[in-house]
């Protein structure tokens, strides 16, 4: 492994990016905190994974494709982004704060939110959405873009009159911001939003390029 193989690595809140030495990462991807890269697995360029106070793992054979975003937090609770073994990411595609079990397909700028779980095996299709704290039972299939929603799950299309009560019903403020203001209260929530984001991307101001040190592209090195 050499360093033009393990991207752009950011050491974050003391945690350096681990990469697994069969790995391979793009001169251009970006690694940013407690990023753990299994065996085999492929992170394409321009992606981000930036951990944010949690971690975010990719599984053994799973591919990352380019300018995908996954990012974890730890503001309203800790999301952790887990991607299992033989997942593929594709372009384009954002996961926050959740977990894609073995096997599944995300299609090119698919969506998982904060605390959502995609079962094994599952596909999302392109530009579909997985809502905030939704369990998507193994082998599931969320067609192109659509909303996934609820657990049990619902999928709802673009324009269904249900889907902005539907959103609304699931709390999104609170699960990914800690934000209780009203649905209704479009203003104050978004402010308060932008100040919780703000004070945790604060935390980047420390941040420094990680040293190479040895046995830190290990996972699970010190």
Do not use: K
């Not at 929530?189 to 990680?210: K, N, Y």
């Amino acid at each position: 492994m050499t360093t033009n193989s393990q991207g752009v690595r950011i050491e974050h809140r003391g945690a350096v990016p681990q990469v697994h030495p069969t790995a391979y990462v793009a001169p251009t991807a970006t690694l940013v905190g407690d990023v753990r890269i299994g065996p085999r697995a492929r992170v394409m360029y321009g992606a981000v994974l930036d951990a944010e106070g949690a971690r975010i793992e990719v599984g053994e054979a799973a591919v990352v494709c380019e300018n995908a975003v996954l990012r974890a937090s730890a503001v309203a609770a800790e999301q952790p982004v887990l991607v299992g073994d033989h997942v593929f990411v594709g372009p384009h595609a954002t996961l926050l704060g959740c977990t894609v079990e073995r096997a599944c397909y995300l299609a090119a700028s698919a969506t998982v939110l904060q605390e959502a779980v995609v079962g094994t095996g599952s596909v999302v299709a392109v530009a579909a959405l997985v809502h905030a704290r939704t369990v998507l039972p193994p082998e599931s299939f969320v067609p192109p873009f659509t909303t996934a929603l609820g657990e049990p799950v619902r999928l709802l299309a673009p324009g269904d009159p249900e889907l902005p009560q539907a959103i609304g019903r699931l709390g999104f403020a609170g699960t990914a911001f800690g934000v209780d203001a009203a649905w209704t209260d479009r203003v104050a929530r978004h402010e308060r939003i932008t100040e919780i984001r703000s004070a945790e991307f604060g935390a980047h101001l420390d941040d420094r390029p990680a040293t190479d040190r040895p046995g830190a592209d290990r996972p699970g090195a010190d």
